[in-house]
């Protein structure tokens, strides 16, 4: 992407705020759009199939991805997350080289930087304050999917909720917010968490009456963090005492 791009600024702007780019002197981040290239995706497009994660590494600029697994007997869908702006992916193959089962969709109107994977790999072994960022940035999406399988392996639907809800609150003027699922479906909130919809509708339900979350049209707020909070850890010492 050059600077004269109509997208340039905007770009730039958010590859600044981004855990991967963030701490990088604005000229590196300047040389490394000019490897860049912007693609766009309508909502429900898929970006990548499993075949394809070998091929290009991806910034999203605007929009949210989900990262999913399905079964092909059953067609039954597993988000394992969702990222949005200055996230990047598939950060797997491009370190082991091999496809990663798993595809790609835009849950909104999405735009993209795309690049190579060797331009990634050129940028790990000459730019040491990129490798800072994306050691970190790598250990916190391993750390993700570690989590995510001990609260299936232990955890009950409503704790492995309530868990997505906090993991997913950001601090915020005049209170918390969820951020990139607050507008999910109680069949993608499921898919999440490894249950089904009808068990997440119910607990939703019991949540909205003990008033600690606002469910309405299609979008979800966090009323009581406080309780949210105590919630989780009351489900946690019954699993202990248990």
Same mark, same amino acid.
């Given at each position: 992407?050059?600077p004269?791009?109509?997208? #340039?600024?905007n770009?730039? /702007?958010?590859?600044? =705020?981004s855990?991967?780019?963030?701490?990088?002197? &604005?000229?590196?981040? +300047?040389?490394? !759009?000019?490897?860049?290239r912007? +693609?766009? $995706?309508?909502?429900?497009s @898929?970006?990548?199939?499993?075949? &394809?994660?070998?091929?290009?590494f *991806?910034v999203?600029i %605007?929009?949210?991805?989900?990262?999913?697994r399905?079964n092909?007997d059953?067609?039954?869908e597993?988000?394992?997350f969702?990222?949005?702006?200055?996230?990047?992916?598939?950060v797997?193959?491009?370190?082991n080289?091999?496809?990663h089962?798993?595809?790609?969709?835009a849950m909104?109107?999405?735009?993209?930087?795309?690049?190579?994977?060797?331009?990634?790999?050129? $940028?790990?072994?000459?730019?040491p304050?990129?490798?800072?960022?994306?050691?970190? #940035?790598?250990?916190?999406q391993?750390? =993700?999917?570690s989590? !995510?399988?001990?609260?299936?392996?232990?955890?009950?639907t409503?704790t492995?909720? @309530? /868990?997505l *809800?906090? +993991?997913?609150?950001? +601090?915020?003027?005049p209170?918390p917010?969820?951020n990139l699922?607050n507008?999910?479906?109680?069949?993608?909130?499921? %898919?999440?968490?490894? %249950?089904?919809r009808?068990?997440?509708s119910? #607990?939703? =339900? /019991?949540l /909205?009456? &003990?008033?600690?979350?606002i469910?309405r049209?299609g979008?979800l707020?966090i009323?009581?963090l406080h309780?949210?909070?105590?919630?989780?850890?009351?489900h946690?010492? !019954?699993?202990d005492?248990s």
């Amino acid at each position: 992407m050059k600077p004269d791009s109509p997208f #340039y600024a905007n770009t730039l /702007k958010t590859l600044k =705020q981004s855990e991967l780019f963030g701490g990088l002197d &604005e000229a590196v981040v +300047q040389d490394m !759009l000019l490897m860049f290239r912007r +693609q766009t $995706w309508l909502r429900k497009s @898929i970006v990548m199939e499993p075949e &394809e994660t070998i091929r290009e590494f *991806f910034v999203i600029i %605007s929009g949210r991805v989900k990262v999913t697994r399905t079964n092909p007997d059953t067609g039954k869908e597993f988000i394992l997350f969702l990222m949005g702006p200055g996230d990047g992916f598939d950060v797997i193959p491009l370190l082991n080289g091999k496809a990663h089962n798993v595809s790609f969709v835009a849950m909104d109107d999405l735009e993209a930087l795309t690049t190579p994977f060797k331009t990634i790999h050129d $940028w790990i072994e000459g730019h040491p304050e990129f490798n800072r960022a994306f050691l970190p #940035y790598l250990g916190k999406q391993i750390r =993700q999917i570690s989590n !995510l399988a001990f609260d299936l392996a232990l955890h009950d639907t409503g704790t492995r909720l @309530i /868990k997505l *809800f906090l +993991q997913h609150t950001v +601090q915020s003027n005049p209170s918390p917010r969820l951020n990139l699922i607050n507008d999910l479906s109680n069949e993608e909130l499921a %898919s999440m968490i490894g %249950s089904v919809r009808v068990v997440v509708s119910r #607990y939703l =339900q /019991k949540l /909205k009456k &003990e008033g600690i979350i606002i469910a309405r049209r299609g979008n979800l707020e966090i009323k009581d963090l406080h309780a949210l909070v105590e919630k989780v850890e009351e489900h946690l010492a !019954l699993k202990d005492r248990s």
